[in-house]
C-alpha cells in the first residue's frame, strides 16, 4: 500500500516529544507519516480506516503492552509491517516483540536508523539493532552447536531438522540472508526450505510461520 511510491507509516508513542521525534525524522526521510497514535486503542481503530504498510510502535503504552499490540496487528486483515522502537535492550524482550510478529526491533538511541528500518520492514524485510541481532547470534549460535538426536529421522512429526533449524531463525527474526549465513547454506537454499515450511504448515506469511514455531517450540 503506497501513495505515489512513498512507504505510508503509522507511529504508536505514548511520549508527545518522542511521537513528534519520530514522526519528523520519517518524513525528513521522505516517508509518508499517516497516523500518529498515544494509545494502542487508539492506533488498533485507525489501522483499520488508514492504508498503512509499516506501524512503528512503542512497548511501554499506557492501555496495552507493546508486544500484545504487535500481535494484534500482525493479525489484522492486509496487516502492515510492525518496527517496534523502544529503550528496552532486554534479550528477553526482544524476543517476545519478535515472536509477537514484529518485522523489526530498534532502540531509542539508534532514531537515525529508523528510517532504514522502515523501508526494511515495508519491503518484506527485518532490520534489528545492532545489539540485540548479537545476543540472536549467540542464542543461534547455541542452537547449532547442540547436539541432535536422529538427525536424518523427521522432526516435530513433518519436519525435516533443517527446516525446523530454518523455522527457528525466521521465529527469531533473522533475514533469509542471515539464516543462510548462520547455518552455512546458501540463499536459495533457505528460501527452498521456507517454500516447503509454507506448504506443511499451511501458512502464508513470516508472521504466521513465527507463531508456529512458537506453537511447536522452536522458538
Given amino acids: 500500500m503506497e501513495l505515489d511510491g512513498a512507504v505510508r507509516v503509522a507511529v504508536v ?10 514522526s519528523k525524522t520519517l518524513s525528513a526521510a ?15 481503530s485507525g489501522l483499520s480506516k ?6 512503528v510502535v512503542d512497548l511501554q503504552l499506557p492501555d496495552l ?6 500481535r494484534r496487528i500482525a493479525s489484522m486483515k492486509n496487516a502492515p509491517a510492525v ?3 523502544t529503550v528496552h535492550d532486554e534479550r528477553s524482550t526482544a524476543l517476545e516483540a519478535l515472536q509477537a510478529g514484529a518485522s523489526g526491533y530498534l ?3 539508534e532514531l537515525e536508523d529508523l528510517p532504514r528500518a522502515v523501508r526494511v520492514a515495508a519491503a518484506g524485510g527485518s ?20 547436539p541432535h538426536a536422529n538427525d536424518n529421522e523427521e522432526v516435530r512429526n513433518d519436519l525435516t531438522k533443517r ?7 525466521l521465529a527469531k527474526g533473522l533475514t533469509y540472508e542471515d539464516a543462510a549465513r548462520v547455518l552455512g547454506i546458501s540463499l536459495g537454499t533457505v528460501q527452498s526450505h521456507v517454500k516447503s515450511l509454507y506448504r506443511k504448515l499451511e501458512v502464508s506469511s513470516k508472521a504466521e510461520a513465527a507463531a508456529e514455531a512458537v506453537r511447536r517450540g522452536l522458538d
Fill in 83 to 85: 518496527v517496534v522502537l
Fill in 107 to 109: 532502540l531509542k538511541g
Fill in 127 to 146: 532490520y534489528i539493532a545492532p545489539a540485540i541481532a548479537r545476543y540472536l547470534l549467540e542464542e543461534i549460535r547455541g542452537l547449532k552447536e547442540a
Fill in 50 to 55: 488508514e492504508g498503512v504498510d509499516v506501524a
Fill in 13 to 22: 508513542e505514548d511520549d508527545p516529544a518522542q511521537l513528534a521525534l519520530a
Fill in 65 to 70: 503492552p507493546g508486544t500484545e499490540l504487535t
Fill in 30 to 44: 521522505g516517508l509518508l507519516v499517516v497516523g500518529q497514535w498515544e494509545t494502542a486503542r487508539a492506533a488498533l
Fill in 163 to 169: 527446516e525446523a533449524e530454518v523455522l527457528s531463525l
